[in-house]
């Protein structure tokens, strides 16, 4: 009978599917939702040590739907981290693991290029309960103004020296949340890694331009007739995630053997999930799949996992974890055994019987299967 439960970096959960940091992980009202709901883990919303800073507008998502109109395929969103002030966070934490002691709650994180801020919301943070950090490097838009988020987690050797100093405070794990908007992913995500993050999420999203209103002729989401380019999600991210969570995955499993991945992007299925399992992630984070289905959209994911395990006779998520990654090279090694093929097809095709002169008493089975193929 397949099973769900996995444990990763020492943090034991029911299932892969973990509510990504954003609007699911706001406030305690809705995270306490996703663990009645069954979700394995939680990350909250971003946290950073002065919420004064921290000023929304609206409206801030655009959603691009399928050409009938009947389905978002993209969402865009111009949102920043939380607006609430950290005590409350640390209010919140500790009264969620005392309601949901035995569930993961991850607190994702963001602070400016200063050690002694990092430390202090690790340290702050870590003295509320949470299981784990998630270091957001990776927010495309208001925050790398200031140096952050993504701005950070574009340069490899800030993005190692702060993972050092997050890794030096905290006692639980620490996962970096690694940006595409860059051309190699792999070499923060390496820097993240040296610098002793305990794993990797990927992908947040992607820096984009939801459209334009050919009416008004402003780009949208439109505030006060302006708008800024935002992060890119749901089902349209989806080809591109994988490809990063491969590279990401590729990178551990040849120089950091033993980290974790959570992978992100565009996961609104249970198959969905099995391809980020295939490509190597440990866990399977989902953000915008809530913001449209709603939280208890993680009970057919789960059946739906399930019965792909069940099909092929995985036991565990660690059966087939990675097992893509083994069906990836380069295009000359496509060629090459392409051709390979070819010439193997030519040969054999030489050497099958032509004329009824040709058949050997010693090779007459082998030149009756050859024909027969």
């Known amino acids: 009978m397949p099973t769900l439960a996995t444990t990763v970096d020492g943090l034991k959960m029911p299932n892969p599917f973990v509510i990504g940091s954003g609007p699911p992980g706001t406030n305690l009202n809705v995270i306490a939702k996703a663990f009645q709901e069954g979700w394995g883990a939680v990350i909250a919303k971003t946290v950073s ?24 395929i993209g969402w865009e969103n111009i949102e920043l981290i939380s607006d609430r002030p950290f005590k409350i966070w640390e209010e919140e934490f500790k009264k969620c693991k005392d309601m949901f002691p035995d569930r993961i709650l991850i607190a994702s994180i963001m602070e400016e290029y200063a050690k002694e801020r990092w430390v202090e919301l690790v340290e702050r943070s870590q003295a509320c309960g949470v299981d784990g950090f998630e270091l957001n490097f990776s927010c495309p838009h208001g925050l790398p103004e200031r140096k952050m988020g993504s701005a950070m987690g574009q340069d490899p050797d800030i993005l190692e020296e702060v993972c050092g ?29 040296r610098g002793g993050a305990t794993g990797l999420s990927a992908i947040n999203t992607i820096r984009s331009v939801i459209g334009v209103n050919l009416e008004t002729l402003r780009p949208e989401p439109s505030v006060e007739g302006y708008t800024t380019p935002g992060g890119y999600s749901s089902r349209a ?14 990178l ?7 980290r974790s991945l959570s992978a992100i992007g565009g ?30 959209h993680v009970k057919p ?14 036991e565990t998520l660690a059966d087939f974890k990675g097992k893509s990654l083994d069906y990836f090279t380069t295009h000359a090694d496509l060629v090459k055994r392409q051709a390979e093929r070819k010439a193997a097809q030519k040969a054999a095709a030489t050497k099958m019987v032509k004329s009824d002169g040709e058949w050997s008493g010693s090779d007459f089975v082998k030149q009756s299967n050859d024909l027969a193929r």
């Open 252 to 258: 551990i499993r040849m120089e950091f053997p033993g």
């Open 237 to 250: 991210v989806k080809p591109i995630a994988l490809r990063m969570v491969m590279e990401c995955a590729q």
């Open 267 to 296: 996961v609104e299925s249970g198959h969905d999930a099995a391809e980020f399992i295939l490509l190597g992630g440990d866990t399977v984070q989902v953000c915008t799949g809530v913001m449209k289905f709603g939280y208890e």
């Open 49 to 72: 040590l002065d919420a004064s800073k921290v000023i929304n507008v609206t409206p801030r998502y655009g959603k691009l739907h399928s050409s009938d109109g009947k389905e978002v």
């Open 165 to 193: 100093w997050v890794k030096g405070a905290s006692k639980i794990p620490v996962w970096a949340k690694m940006t595409p908007n860059i051309t190699h992913i792999e070499d923060p995500s390496r820097a993240a890694l």
């Open 301 to 314: 994911m789960c059946e739906q996992l399930l019965a792909f395990m069940a099909k092929h006779k995985f």
